[in-house]
């Protein structure tokens, strides 16, 4: 179990005006507490600071602690339309119990206007097209009021996420993503919760380890990592909202 205090003594004294760069930033922050590259986020960025959350437990970790430190950050979520009823029940006990400032955003297509021209049924035919419509755009019209970007992402979850860094500047203007939680396993998520008496998922109990819409999620395959279950049985393994936007090279 890996211990989290607030000590953010690493993270500091880039918050005070020293022109460095993003590798310096990286290198500095490896080995700091997610709380502290919360504050340091906090501190270079704000108040142009938000966390995407679907409500899964890595989102809800980082909320807890971006709300200790900044009660006013925005907890942006996703609403598809297509979440399991569990995951919408979970959101609205998290933020009732942490008092989360939660912005919703919402597809870029009303309902009816999807169903016309695309069918209910497009996740089974091109789930690329139906998550551009109803999560990539959507985030991708609230960006521009932002230059933080917080993210539950680790790297043990998938191979396509073994090497992100703690931040990455992205090649849309001024903006950084930022992945405290980078170097954390889900058993560090699920102590985090514990020791802080925070609820797990209801799904968790049924085996799901990694959560979306509910027609492309089911519980990993055998022998497949935790992000397996999200669209089993086909060559897509990122819903895009990580993958629209391309780090700048360093």
Known sequence: MRETSGCVARAIPLCYGRNVSVTEWNRELEHATPEGILAWAWERFRPDVMLTCSFQHDGVVLAHMLHAIAPEAPIVFINTGFHFPETLAYRDEIVRRLGLRLVELEPIMPRPEFAARYGLDLYARNPDLCCHINKVEPLKRYLPSVRAWVNGRRRDQASTRAAIPI???????????????ASWTSKDTFYYLERHGIPTHPLFEQGYTSIGCAPCTRPPLA????????WAGQAKTECGLHTFLEPKAT
Do not use: F, I, M, W
């Open 223 to 230: 022998g497949g990592d935790e992000r397996s279950g999200r």
């Open 167 to 181: 931040v990455e500047e992205l090649q849309q203007g001024a903006l950084y993503k930022v992945n405290p939680l």
